[in-house]
């Protein structure tokens, strides 16, 4: 059974710095896009990162370049989102998935609204002001 945990959630200050991970068991990332995915209270989900588990490849949401980055292991089994400089906009539920590329980018322009195969449970992140 594939199974994706995120961890490292918990409430911080604006300015400060949380490192999310994604620990994926019975799946290795090789294949496919892997992101991270967020939804704030009232909000629609929306895609924040990815990173490809062929070649390295990332990609960032305009609202967290420059302050977040998207990592993965070695074993390309864990996932990880280093988000520096938090925001009180950041706050929200932090998700991880994975999508097979024959759906390209359309998984995370659509917040994961198809074409998702795993997801996690998700970590909070709140950031206060």
């Known amino acids: 059974e594939v199974q994706f945990v995120e961890s490292g959630g918990g409430l911080v200050q604006a300015g400060e710095s949380l490192r999310l991970s994604c620990a994926a068991s019975?799946?290795?990332?090789?294949?496919?896009?892997i992101g991270w995915f967020r939804q704030a209270p009232g909000k629609e989900r929306e895609g924040v990162s990815w990173?490809?588990?062929?070649?390295?490849?990332?990609f960032y949401a305009d609202s967290v370049k420059g302050r977040f980055t998207i990592s993965m292991d070695n074993a390309k089994t864990t996932l990880y989102l280093q988000m520096n400089n938090l925001k009180p906009d950041d706050t929200a539920d932090y998700y991880c998935?994975?999508?097979?590329?024959?759906?390209?980018?359309?998984?995370?322009?659509?917040?994961?609204?198809?074409?998702?195969?795993?997801w996690g449970k998700g970590t909070l992140v709140t950031v206060s002001s």
């Open positions: 990173i490809s588990g062929h070649d390295g490849r990332t």
């Open positions: 019975g799946f290795t990332f090789n294949d496919y896009a």
């Open positions: 998935g994975a999508w097979s590329w024959a759906y390209g980018m359309g998984p995370f322009v659509s917040g994961g609204s198809y074409g998702m195969e795993y």
